[in-house]
């Protein structure tokens, strides 16, 4: 499991999001908005998923579980037996999940799960450079890459986590 403390803190530092070019940074001023909420980010170990965890970290996200990162939960969670042990040991630990960030290529269940209560949402961004763009594209194809950074969409799952989101649905 991962401690808030761990993630960084200073998001102009380029080093604390490994493997990444990061020409510009962006300020962001956190206000409490995921304040004692229990987290579970699923390939949240780089690219948008660890930019995610490092301002859901400074908005306050008491705990927050990475799914994939080998030295906090390494499942694939392709597999209903992975996902139930994820979700089994986060509740275990923590007695519940407020946050779940399905940062993998999943269909998402809006309507099955906003009758119990859970609201579901998806981001979807323009090109912006993580890790798997790099070993994924030529280098002609990477300079469409890079426009947008990572920083520019955290913000959108903060906003989908809060009660500001709470009429909006996927």
Not at 11 to 16: G, I, N, V, Y
Not at 36 to 54: F, L, P, Y
Request: with cysteine; net charge negative.
């Amino acid at each position: 499991m991962c401690s808030k403390k761990e993630l960084p803190k200073n998001l102009s530092d380029a080093s604390s999001i490994p493997n990444q070019e990061v020409q510009e940074q962006l300020e962001y001023k956190a206000s409490g908005k995921l304040k004692s909420k229990i987290a579970i980010i699923t390939r949240g170990d780089s690219g948008i998923g660890r930019s995610v965890a490092a301002l859901f970290a400074l908005e306050g996200c008491e705990e927050i579980a990475i799914v994939y990162l080998p030295q906090l939960i390494c499942k694939d969670i392709g597999y209903e037996k992975n996902a139930i042990q994820v979700i089994d040991t986060v509740v275990k630990k923590w007695s519940r999940i407020d946050v779940l960030v399905n940062n993998t290529s999943e269909q998402l269940f809006s309507l099955q799960l906003n009758c119990k209560g859970v609201h579901v949402n998806a981001v979807a961004s323009g090109p912006i450079w993580t890790p798997l763009v790099k070993a994924s594209y030529s280098p002609e194809m990477m300079e469409q890459f890079g426009k947008e950074n990572l920083l520019e969409v955290a913000p959108c799952y903060v906003f989908l986590t809060n009660n500001d989101s709470i009429i909006c649905l996927a």
